[in-house]
């Protein structure tokens, strides 16, 4: 079977593993800081601070913004659940917005009419690897006053103009989870260049302390140990190598895929660089066989070609009770009925895309 997701390991992580065992300092340490000055570099951001998941990324980074009860943010309906979360775990409230079919991202022409008075934040999440409509949703944000924490756990090393993504809001959020283009098994790192944002980011991962013994607000446990800084210290300096894999799996894809009947490849919008987290193209009603039937038939031919996301987020029973039901958001459902990834990760070699290919457009011309 072609997996999906397959980490990409080798000597250097174990040996940076094995260090940190011999050295006996496990937690939270020396090694930490080196991983967390190597991504702000990679990242261009003055701040990286590292915490154990991207979930946590994302609940410290909107602490850190402010967002508590009452307030509002903006964010889109078709991504991990991981997303909306951290907001609900503030207090405050999800705002959903529809997104543009083309690049699964939220639709940042329609964000303007969903801004109140309790809005505090957007959350651009740069879906696949591709970064959201960053300029507009930076002029709607700076117009209203709002900041902007990028969800960019899927998206390391994409560039939107000349800045990487992690430095263009005012918080980016990371995951280092085993599937993500460089991971640690568990890990997140929250990006920023606003030393306050830094400071809150530093006293929420470990108990809202201050000074030993000192807590000044209600904090968590969200470090990171050095064994899995270790690995992810390692993994940043490959960040490129293996986003330059994917990249040329997609273009293949992309070249051999164009003319397939029921098939919308994906589309990469201006002035940004993708780095296929997710390979995801969309299956049509055009399509000789439904979505799920494709799936099936790639999985017999051994290919693990998954759906992500198979619901919206407004979906699922604990957003209902927010009072959204089906219907709400009509691409973002109908797209999820339609996406199917291909795995794209750098283990898959040419010999695997060719047979990738033939064997989806096998199936949709029969
Ligand atoms: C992986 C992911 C997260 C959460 O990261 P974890 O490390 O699994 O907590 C959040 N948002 C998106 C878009 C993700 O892909």
Redesign the pocket.
Known sequence: MIQIAAPEIGPEEIQAVNDVLLSGMIAQGPVVSAFEEAFALYTGTKYALAVN??????HAALYAAGVGPGDEVITTPF??I??INPILMLGARPVLVDIDPNTFNIEASAIAAKVTSKTKAIIP?H?YGQPSDMDDITMIAREHGLKIIE?A??AVGAMYGNKKAGNLGDLG?F???AT?NIMSG???VVTTNNKEYADAIRKFRQHGMVAPYEYDDLGYNYRMTDLHAAIALEQVKKADRFNDARKQTAQYFLENLKDSKGLIIPKTGDSRTHVY?QFTVRVTSEAALNRDAVLQRLREDGIGAAVYYPKPLHAYPHIQKLGYKLGDFPIAEQVASEVLSLPVHPKVSREDARHIVSSLTGILNA
């Open positions: 998941s991207g979930t946590a990324a994302l991504s991990f991981a997303t999440v879906l969800d756990c899927q959020c995951s280092l989870y993500k568990e890990g997140g987290h």
